[in-house]
């Protein structure tokens, strides 16, 4: 009976966990709805910032423009901004970024560079400084909001820009993690600086959608609407030169950039969660079924015992 009573215990620890994960997918999945609707309200400013510089574009050569964000120097310095998550429980997505962090880190260091890390998220931060031997931490950030804000973008965006700037560096590289749909995200390395904003105004942006199927809630992939916003008269005259407008403009331009690679990565963080949570739930349903039967099993056997000793008592 000691083994049914182990079994039974087992039973409602799985069951217990399963309540856990089920109510963490819940939750991941509404924060899911909360960074689509981020995204969503970014989006004026980052169409009009985008038609804004459509027009100076159009008025001078970016590539002959005074801007220090846009010149290319030699490189001799390089910055790396791996973005990760504060928390566990999100299946591979810290550890893929971290990964990538470290292929691209060596990859710079066998070209002869001596790459530095500022580091956005806990995870990363906890990995990297038990290994600081190896890795040159410029600066850490961490307990940014769940879905990323314009002052938490602001806030890496002058550590980024100061950098930059001051010489310290001469190219800003940022790994995070794509979101592609729910169960599929894809660590990526994009230049920050030296900014090249050619290609600007995207034709569409991959959005992402909470719904409902068969009771169940789900993520899909969509496809945003294009720039709404008009495009600048062609006469328009601008007070300020427009390399002036462009020096103000740019580090609102990186600024925005930041942002949406954040977003992308919270998105990505609880799409993963969700898909991980939802993993353990349904691992906790088949176990507890696998459990019942063994209990079932082992209660039988223990009857049969019972009455096989009662039958063989009353026959001697």
């Known amino acids: 009976m000691a083994n ?53 574009q159009s008025r001078i050569r970016f590539e002959l423009a005074d801007a220090p964000l846009l010149k290319t120097r030699d490189l001799k310095q390089i910055t790396l901004v791996a973005v990760t998550g504060d928390r566990g429980l999100c299946g591979g997505y810290n550890s893929n970024i971290i990964k990538r962090t470290e292929q ?3 990859e710079l260091k066998s070209q002869g560079f001596d790459p530095d890390l500022v580091l956005i998220g806990r995870k990363a931060i ?6 600081s031997s190896t890795y040159k931490i410029r600066s850490t950030f961490a307990d940014l909001e769940q879905v990323p804000t314009a002052q938490d973008a602001e806030s890496i965006t002058s550590e980024v820009l100061a950098e930059f700037l001051s010489e310290s560096t001469d190219r ?14 894809m660590p990526v390395v994009q230049t920050l600086l030296p900014l090249d904003p050619q290609g600007i105004a995207a034709e569409e942006d991959e959005i992402f959608r909470l719904t409902t199927k068969e009771s169940r809630l789900t993520v899909e992939k969509g496809s945003g609407p294009a720039n709404e916003q008009p495009s600048l008269p062609s006469d328009i005259v601008f007070e300020q030169s427009p390399e002036q407008l462009l020096n103000s403009l740019l580090p609102l ?19 993963s969660r969700m898909t991980a949570m939802n993993n353990a739930s349904d691992n906790a349903k088949e176990l507890a079924k696998t459990l019942t039967l063994d209990y079932n099993k082992a209660r039988q056997a223990a009857i049969t015992q019972e009455i096989l000793e009662v039958v063989g008592g009353s026959c001697s």
């Open 4 to 56: 049914l009573k182990d079994i039974r215990d087992r039973i409602v620890s799985v069951k217990n966990t399963r309540k856990i994960t089920e109510a963490m997918r819940l939750v991941a999945a509404a924060k899911v709805r909360r960074a689509q609707e981020q995204v969503l309200r970014s989006r004026p400013f980052a169409d009009r910032l985008a038609r804004v510089l459509e027009n100076i």
């Open 104 to 106: 691209r880190f060596a």
């Open 126 to 131: 906890t990995y990297f400084q038990n290994r």
């Open 172 to 185: 800003v590289e940022m790994i995070y993690t794509k979101f592609i749909n729910l169960v599929s995200c």
């Open 253 to 271: 331009y990186l600024q925005n950039q930041l942002l949406r690679a954040l977003q992308e990565s919270a998105a990505s963080e609880l799409a």
